[in-house]
């Protein structure tokens, strides 16, 4: 029979070591921005981030540059602020409209008799029967 000679293993090292990051610059496709401090893989630091001088290793908490930090939490919070204002005013205009449309259906509303055969005037000299000649 057939024995396995390898098995398959994952260094928990590889899988778990993080690297400590200042971002110098924004970087969309990973929903980083700039003066963030992360933590991320070795090679994301290596072959995207460190690129161009994109962002830079921290060592030591001396390492990060304060002013980039506070700068990025102030940008922040100032796009959380217009980001909430903006969706305060979309909601007001979706009421303004469904107000609008309420009291364009009540404007258009008039009450009409229904038509039913019941209702109308039915003779002998609007009915044409074949055959019958009055």
Known sequence: ??????????????RTKRVQVQLLKDFPQFQFHTGEVVNVKPSLMRNFLHNYNGARYILKETDIDQALLTSAKRSRASAAALLKT?????????????????????????????????????????????GLDL
């Open 1 to 14: 029979m057939f024995r396995p000679t390898s098995s398959c293993l994952s260094a928990l090292t590889k």
């Open 86 to 130: 903006t969706e305060s005013t979309v909601k007001k205009t979706e009421q303004n409209v469904k107000k609008a449309k309420q009291v364009s259906k009540e404007e258009n509303k008039t009450p009409e008799t229904p038509k039913s055969a019941l209702n109308e005037e039915i003779t002998i000299e609007n009915v044409k029967i074949p």
